[in-house]
């Protein structure tokens, strides 16, 4: 069964690496731009999109604010990457935000974090793939008309290439990532020199459609409110960023002044494509709808439900490039696959957050441990079945689940700066060296403007998103607390329990006898073999016990065992309900409660089957037996096991696979493997 299952995982994520080879998986600077920064980057897509369908609710007027908020965002984002740039040289282990909250301000702080990015996590890919898969449903009308199923297997895709390692994903996502990031640019420059140097005009397939707005004459505090809505919508350009800080120890030395680097890199051109798809939306007059079938008229008539409204991102390139053409469909094409990679953040984010979290007991310890090619695979696993949940709940419509989104982004960037104030504070009372002082104000200075500015956001993001879903991932913050908490203290519970005492104890104490009990049903093979291994163990005493459920056959194992004359004394003990589970547990806890300082030794006799289907026929008494034994102190189990001839056959076939050589193996003849020199004979 292990081979059989051992082939198709080998053909799907490739041959195991040896742990020594880890080393060679650490990711360059071009390769970590597109595997740590393709969330914030692609984020580009869909976050201008967002402010204008949350300003469209005042009507096209108000996108005349549309500006002011991208300026806004543009601030927010240089705070936080100079803030996290401090984060990535102080700590440099992988903790990222978990590690400053942990250290800096408790354990508490610490599983808040934690908490906020494992479900910010889940939903940067389930985000991202739905948004990748409205963008292709531009191009592709099947993919829209299947969107869930479409988004689904986006998902298990993205699963697989990151199973296999995180370098090998990180070289598959760079170049759908670069291309992105060169055509949005392309875009923007087109659009530049059309409009200012040629002059033309260019206008989006929606430029002729009007806004009936929701709330007309909106005016003070509801106009504010609206904006601030519409820039905490905004705001979703800055998910991801945190990434980088996560994922330090997957940087090539020196991995913090490269993950420093790759974070002002990508800061630069988040910012500069969220601004420029702003601009040309202006430019374009783009025009988008919360409920676009009601909201958008056309000719002063509802578009109604068959209208498809595609992303801001697809209408501006089609006034730029013109619909149909080869750069357009290469700006959607590319859009599209940057968003379904963009998950790829969250995918590398993720597993090394649970790896970390089960080191420190606060998930199950499966976490912790690389799989096959050296990547986190149960934390990988865990994730993609959050996300297709997610997916599935919501029908992969974006709109919805970025209601969601970006409060546990900002609850990690405030803990976040914050613990990093207080890092700060700690190391100036114990530093005197003048430059090294400066350099720490300076720092200082920087993550605590960061702390200001993200915490007034998040107190925004909450406000203006509670009740359109943010809620929803308050509920699965607290969630992630209470469960974390909980493994916790079960983890510490077991090991003040299993704790070996100083001096002597129970535990250590050498029972005063062994009592050995041989399970018997027939006179066989495997019968003979337990009493046989029974009896070397030279036990205090020995005796066999079947269970008598036929009068007759109990009275035919009784004269066989008598025939044969086997030294060791046979109990029957009477089972009148048919029973053999109860029988035997009752017994050992007899002997137990007579003799509490005795120790009692069981021995089962098991078949060694070959075939799956024979698992099924044989041991399931045994299997029964085992599991309630467990529960009995003072009690060992032992199998005895004995291997059929199917068994063998296994055996032989599994040699014979391990032994196969490939077409023309033998025509290329084996590898020659060089011998030792001989050692000196002393008659040379």
Same mark, same amino acid.
């Given at each position: 069964?292990?081979?059989?299952?051992?082939?198709?995982?080998?053909?799907?994520?490739?041959?195991?690496?040896?742990?020594?080879?880890?080393?060679?998986?650490?990711?360059?600077?071009?390769?970590?731009?597109?595997?740590?920064?393709?969330?914030?980057?692609?984020?580009?897509?869909?976050?201008?999109?967002?402010?204008?369908?949350?300003?469209?609710?005042?009507?096209?007027?108000?996108?005349?604010?549309?500006?002011?908020? %991208?300026?806004?965002?543009?601030? $927010?984002?240089?705070?936080?990457?100079?803030?996290?740039?401090?984060?990535?040289?102080?700590?440099?282990?992988?903790?990222?935000?978990?590690?400053?909250?942990?250290?800096?301000?408790?354990?508490?702080? +610490?599983?808040?974090?934690?908490? %906020?990015?494992?479900?910010?996590?889940?939903? !940067?890919?389930?985000?991202?793939?739905?948004?990748?898969?409205?963008?292709?449903?531009?191009?592709?009308?099947? @993919?829209?008309?299947?969107?869930?199923?479409?988004?689904?297997?986006?998902?298990?895709? $993205?699963?697989?290439?990151?199973?296999?390692?995180?370098?090998?994903?990180?070289?598959? #996502?760079?170049?759908?990532?670069?291309?992105?990031?060169?055509?949005?640019?392309?875009?923007?420059?087109?659009?530049?020199?059309?409009?200012?140097?040629?002059?033309?005009?260019?206008?989006?397939?929606?430029?002729? #459609?009007?806004?009936?707005?929701?709330?007309?004459?909106?005016?003070?505090?509801?106009?504010?409110?609206?904006?601030?809505?519409?820039?905490?919508?905004?705001?979703?350009?800055?998910?991801?960023?945190?990434?980088?800080?996560?994922?330090?120890?997957?940087?090539?030395?020196?991995?913090?002044?490269?993950?420093?680097?790759?974070?002002?890199?990508?800061?630069?051109?988040?910012?500069?494509?969220?601004?420029?798809?702003?601009?040309?939306?202006?430019?374009?007059?783009?025009?988008?709808?919360?409920?676009?079938?009601?909201?958008?008229?056309?000719?002063?008539?509802?578009?109604?439900?068959?209208?498809?409204?595609?992303?801001?991102?697809?209408?501006?390139?089609?006034?730029?490039?013109?619909?149909?053409?080869?750069?357009?469909? $290469?700006?959607?094409?590319?859009?599209?696959?940057?968003?379904?990679?963009?998950?790829?953040?969250?995918?590398? +984010?993720?597993?090394?957050?649970?790896?970390?979290?089960?080191?420190?007991?606060?998930?199950?310890?499966?976490?912790?441990?690389?799989?096959?090619?050296?990547?986190?695979?149960?934390?990988?696993?865990?994730?993609?079945?959050?996300?297709?949940?997610?997916?599935?709940?919501?029908?992969?419509?974006?709109?919805?689940?970025?209601?969601?989104?970006?409060?546990?982004?900002?609850?990690?960037?405030?803990?976040?700066?914050?613990?990093?104030?207080?890092?700060?504070?700690?190391?100036?009372?114990?530093?005197?060296?003048?430059?090294?002082?400066?350099?720490?104000?300076?720092?200082?200075?920087?993550?605590? #403007? +960061?702390?200001? #500015?993200?915490?007034?956001?998040?107190?925004?993001?909450?406000?203006?998103?509670?009740?359109?879903?943010?809620?929803?991932?308050?509920?699965?913050?607290?969630?992630?607390?209470?469960?974390?908490?909980?493994?916790?203290?079960?983890?510490?519970?077991?090991?003040?329990?299993?704790?070996? %005492?100083?001096?002597?104890?129970?535990?250590?104490?050498?029972?005063?006898?062994?009592?050995?009990?041989?399970?018997?049903?027939?006179?066989?093979?495997? !019968?003979?073999?337990?009493?046989?291994?029974?009896?070397?163990?030279?036990?205090?005493?020995?005796?066999?016990?079947?269970?008598?459920?036929?009068?007759?056959?109990?009275?035919?194992?009784?004269?066989?065992?008598?025939?044969?004359?086997?030294?060791?004394?046979?109990?029957?003990?009477?089972?009148?309900?048919?029973?053999?589970?109860?029988?035997?547990?009752?017994?050992?806890?007899? $002997?137990?409660?007579?003799?509490?300082?005795?120790?009692?030794?069981?021995?089962?006799?098991?078949?060694?089957?070959?075939?799956?289907?024979?698992?099924?026929?044989?041991?399931?008494?045994?299997?029964?037996?085992?599991?309630?034994?467990?529960?009995?102190?003072?009690?060992?189990?032992?199998?005895?096991?004995?291997?059929?001839?199917?068994?063998?056959?296994?055996?032989?076939?599994?040699?014979?696979?391990?032994?196969?050589?490939?077409?023309?193996?033998?025509?290329?003849?084996? @590898?020659?493997?060089?011998?030792?020199?001989?050692?000196?004979?002393?008659?040379?």
């Amino acid at each position: 069964m292990s081979k059989l299952t051992d082939v198709p995982k080998r053909i799907l994520i490739g041959r195991a690496l040896r742990s020594d080879r880890l080393g060679e998986t650490l990711l360059p600077k071009r390769i970590a731009l597109p595997v740590f920064a393709s969330d914030p980057l692609s984020s580009v897509a869909y976050a201008p999109g967002e402010v204008l369908l949350v300003l469209s609710i005042a009507g096209v007027s108000a996108y005349q604010y549309s500006p002011w908020i %991208a300026l806004a965002v543009v601030v $927010l984002m240089f705070t936080v990457v100079a803030s996290y740039r401090q984060n990535v040289h102080a700590y440099p282990s992988g903790g990222g935000d978990y590690e400053v909250a942990n250290t800096n301000l408790g354990p508490q702080a +610490g599983l808040t974090v934690a908490s %906020a990015l494992l479900v910010d996590y889940v939903l !940067t890919v389930a985000v991202s793939i739905s948004s990748g898969v409205e963008n292709l449903g531009s191009a592709v009308h099947f @993919v829209i008309e299947h969107k869930v199923l479409s988004a689904i297997v986006m998902i298990l895709l $993205l699963t697989l290439m990151n199973l296999r390692g995180v370098k090998e994903s990180g070289k598959l #996502f760079a170049i759908p990532t670069y291309v992105f990031v060169a055509a949005v640019f392309a875009m923007i420059g087109w659009g530049a020199w059309k409009g200012i140097v040629l002059g033309e005009t260019m206008s989006a397939p929606t430029a002729d #459609f009007e806004i009936e707005p929701e709330q007309k004459g909106l005016a003070g505090f509801a106009m504010v409110f609206l904006l601030l809505r519409a820039f905490s919508s905004g705001c979703a350009a800055l998910t991801g960023v945190e990434a980088i800080s996560n994922g330090v120890p997957a940087f090539r030395k020196p991995k913090s002044k490269n993950a420093a680097s790759t974070l002002a890199l990508m800061g630069g051109l988040a910012v500069t494509m969220f601004c420029g798809i702003i601009g040309l939306a202006m430019a374009t007059d783009v025009r988008m709808a919360e409920n676009p079938a009601v909201d958008l008229l056309h000719n002063g008539v509802p578009v109604g439900p068959e209208y498809v409204q595609d992303p801001v991102i697809s209408q501006v390139g089609e006034a730029v490039f013109g619909g149909g053409s080869i750069l357009f469909l $290469l700006l959607a094409t590319a859009t599209a696959l940057v968003l379904f990679l963009a998950a790829n953040t969250a995918y590398n +984010g993720f597993p090394l957050l649970g790896s970390i979290l089960a080191q420190d007991r606060y998930l199950p310890r499966q976490l912790h441990t690389r799989g096959d090619r050296l990547a986190f695979s149960n934390g990988i696993v865990l994730l993609a079945g959050a996300a297709i949940l997610l997916v599935w709940i919501y029908d992969a419509d974006s709109t919805k689940l970025i209601q969601l989104y970006i409060v546990g982004v900002f609850v990690s960037f405030t803990l976040s700066q914050i613990g990093m104030v207080r890092h700060w504070n700690r190391h100036l009372k114990t530093e005197h060296d003048v430059a090294a002082r400066r350099r720490m104000h300076r720092s200082r200075a920087i993550n605590t #403007f +960061g702390a200001f #500015f993200t915490g007034m956001v998040l107190v925004v993001v909450l406000a203006t998103k509670f009740t359109h879903g943010a809620w929803v991932a308050l509920l699965g913050m607290v969630i992630f607390y209470g469960t974390m908490t909980a493994i916790r203290k079960h983890y510490d519970r077991v090991s003040a329990e299993i704790a070996a %005492a100083e001096g002597p104890s129970d535990d250590s104490v050498r029972p005063s006898r062994v009592h050995s009990i041989v399970l018997v049903s027939k006179v066989h093979k495997p !019968t003979l073999r337990a009493l046989a291994f029974a009896k070397l163990t030279r036990s205090d005493t020995l005796e066999a016990v079947s269970i008598s459920v036929d009068t007759a056959e109990t009275k035919a194992l009784r004269e066989e065992w008598d025939r044969r004359g086997i030294n060791v004394p046979l109990k029957i003990l009477d089972s009148p309900y048919r029973e053999i589970t109860r029988p035997v547990i009752e017994y050992v806890k007899g $002997l137990r409660s007579e003799n509490p300082r005795d120790a009692v030794s069981v021995y089962i006799p098991e078949y060694v089957v070959g075939r799956w289907w024979e698992h099924l026929l044989h041991n399931q008494s045994a299997l029964r037996l085992k599991g309630r034994l467990l529960f009995t102190p003072g009690v060992m189990v032992t199998s005895v096991p004995y291997q059929l001839e199917s068994s063998e056959l296994a055996k032989r076939r599994a040699k014979k696979r391990q032994d196969w050589n490939a077409p023309g193996s033998v025509r290329r003849g084996p @590898v020659d493997t060089p011998r030792p020199p001989k050692a000196p004979t002393g008659k040379d």
